[in-house]
């Protein structure tokens, strides 16, 4: 089983910066992609970044050009660099792995890091 654990989180004053970490561990076997989800108080839950198995990366319109998503392979971690950060940026910040695949496939999570934007 895979167990993901978050760190990172924090009060940070608009236009600044933060970098997330989510540390894996356990047997994770065929990757299919990992990424960040985040959950804001009254707002629908929102796929922040995600990178697949060969590198490919996604963001969510909302976050094109201020975050970055990466992976420290020796450190079996998996970071979201957060810049220019907004008020709307405030919410629970969740990382997943995927593994397997078809009817195979499982999704694990990290326990969530608290983002907040001062205001």
């Known amino acids: 089983q895979v167990q993901l654990v978050e760190s990172g989180g924090g009060l940070v004053q608009p236009g600044g910066s933060l970098r997330l970490s989510c540390a894996a561990s356990?047997?994770?076997?065929?990757?299919?992609?990992m990424g960040w989800y985040r959950q804001a108080p009254e707002k629908e839950r929102e796929l922040v970044a995600r990178?697949?198995?060969?590198?490919?990366?996604d963001y969510a319109e909302s976050v094109k050009g201020r975050f970055t998503i990466s992976r420290d392979n020796a450190k079996n971690t998996l970071y979201l660099q957060m810049s220019s950060l907004k008020s709307e940026d405030t919410a629970v910040y969740y990382c997943?792995?995927?593994?397997?695949?078809?009817?195979?496939?499982?999704?694990?999570w990290g326990q969530g890091t608290q983002v907040t934007l001062s205001s």
């Open positions: 997943y792995v995927t593994v397997g695949s078809g009817f195979a496939q499982s999704t694990y």
């Open positions: 356990g047997s994770i076997f065929s990757i299919n992609d």
């Open positions: 990178r697949d198995n060969v590198g490919r990366t």
